[in-house]
């Protein structure tokens, strides 16, 4: 296999996790109790993360107990409650559109963390690609408040600050990207236990179609998605995986409008065209480091 069609392989195994994680708006609002965010992202981090410990049976150890800690905090135990928190505060639209974001602090990120050269290229898609899911997304009068912004900015910052520790530590020798992945599950769980049933109870109303919704958010969209994230990580350019991130509210905004029995009008299908175009184009690296390496390739 050569590395070109690894990189591609690689980028669309990882690009099934957001793919995923754009359910989640659908799954929140149609089958969970409301009012829980602290419970729901319990529910989908802790039962997972002991799954993964249970099949793969690799708990971390020496420094890797903190770090899954942090990792597992800013992944998952902060980004969980906040993104149910933007979901119930705020049109589906408004809240994918304040996740979009998060490319573009991954690159910043990156500067300052891996020591990057900020990527201009894949800022200027992380930027089409907002714009594009804005005009997907966003509908006139759309309802906004303080709560659910801060909510959705804060989980977009949470998330990409663990993006960029994952690349920055890497995954240790021999671990699989599951048991990497319920290493932080279940630390997000352990956070999560006191704020859970302190702040939110446990719901009074968890019917068959809850448990259902609770089980598709831990595991395909918990242990399966971040198994895939992770793995992709370790082997892609952070930002340009962040960027598949993009799928995630485009995925929402199609169920969105199937549950709702909406059409897309024409600048909603532009939208689309501009934000998968994004995505794409931020996958290759800048015009001038093609030329560099077609150049060095044609030396030797």
Same mark, same amino acid.
């Given at each position: 296999?050569?590395?070109?069609?690894?990189?591609? +392989?690689?980028?669309?195994?990882?690009?099934?996790?957001?793919?995923?994680?754009?359910?989640?708006?659908? $799954?929140?609002?149609?089958?969970?109790?409301?009012?829980?965010?602290?419970?729901?992202?319990?529910?989908?981090?802790?039962?997972? +993360?002991?799954?993964?410990?249970?099949?793969?049976?690799? #708990?971390?150890? +020496?420094?890797?107990?903190?770090?899954?800690? @942090?990792?597992?905090?800013?992944?998952?135990? %902060?980004?969980?409650?906040?993104?149910? /928190?933007?979901?119930?505060?705020?049109? *589906?639209?408004?809240?994918?559109?304040? +996740?979009?974001?998060?490319?573009?602090? /991954?690159?910043?990120?990156? @500067?300052?963390?891996?020591?990057?050269?900020?990527?201009?290229? !894949?800022?200027?898609?992380?930027?089409? &690609?907002?714009?594009?899911?804005?005009?997907?997304?966003?509908?006139?009068?759309?309802?906004?408040?303080?709560?659910?912004?801060?909510? *959705?900015?804060?989980? %977009?910052?949470?998330?990409?600050?663990?993006?960029?520790? $994952?690349? !920055?530590?890497?995954?240790?020798?021999?671990?699989?990207?599951?048991?990497?992945?319920?290493?932080?599950?279940?630390?997000?769980?352990?956070?999560?236990?006191?704020?859970?049933?302190?702040?939110?109870? =446990?719901?009074?109303?968890?019917?068959?179609?809850?448990?259902?919704?609770?089980?598709?958010?831990?595991?395909?969209? &918990?242990?399966?998605?971040?198994?895939?994230?992770?793995?992709?990580?370790?082997?892609?350019? @952070?930002?340009?995986?962040?960027?598949? *991130?993009?799928?995630?509210?485009?995925?929402?905004? $199609?169920?969105?409008?199937?549950?709702? &029995?909406?059409?897309?009008?024409?600048?909603?299908? &532009?939208?689309? @065209? =501009?934000? /998968?175009?994004?995505?794409?184009? *931020?996958?290759? #690296? #800048?015009?001038?480091?093609?030329?560099?390496?077609?150049? !060095?390739?044609?030396?030797?």
């Amino acid at each position: 296999m050569t590395a070109s069609s690894s990189r591609l +392989g690689w980028t669309a195994a990882a690009a099934l996790a957001p793919a995923v994680w754009g359910t989640t708006y659908i $799954v929140t609002t149609h089958l969970l109790p409301d009012g829980h965010p602290f419970f729901a992202a319990l529910m989908r981090s802790l039962p997972a +993360g002991l799954l993964a410990l249970a099949l793969t049976r690799t #708990p971390p150890r +020496g420094s890797w107990r903190w770090k899954s800690l @942090v990792l597992g905090t800013l992944n998952m135990g %902060a980004f969980f409650p906040l993104l149910f /928190v933007a979901a119930q505060h705020l049109p *589906g639209g408004a809240a994918a559109t304040l +996740g979009a974001v998060q490319p573009i602090v /991954v690159a910043a990120l990156a @500067v300052w963390i891996l020591r990057e050269r900020l990527s201009g290229w !894949r800022v200027l898609w992380g930027l089409c &690609g907002i714009a594009g899911i804005a005009l997907v997304v966003l509908r006139p009068g759309a309802g906004l408040d303080a709560i659910g912004l801060a909510a *959705g900015l804060g989980g %977009a910052a949470s998330m990409a600050m663990g993006v960029v520790l $994952v690349k !920055r530590w890497g995954i240790p020798q021999g671990v699989s990207a599951m048991a990497f992945a319920g290493w932080q599950l279940t630390a997000a769980g352990a956070v999560l236990i006191l704020p859970a049933l302190l702040i939110d109870g =446990v719901p009074s109303d968890i019917g068959m179609l809850a448990v259902a919704g609770y089980a598709w958010l831990g595991v395909i969209g &918990g242990l399966c998605s971040y198994a895939l994230w992770f793995a992709g990580i370790r082997r892609l350019p @952070v930002t340009s995986t962040a960027l598949l *991130g993009i799928l995630s509210p485009l995925v929402a905004a $199609v169920l969105g409008a199937a549950f709702a &029995g909406e059409g897309f009008s024409p600048a909603q299908l &532009g939208g689309f @065209v =501009v934000a /998968v175009a994004a995505m794409t184009l *931020g996958q290759f #690296p #800048p015009p001038r480091t093609r030329d560099r390496e077609t150049a !060095r390739r044609t030396a030797h």
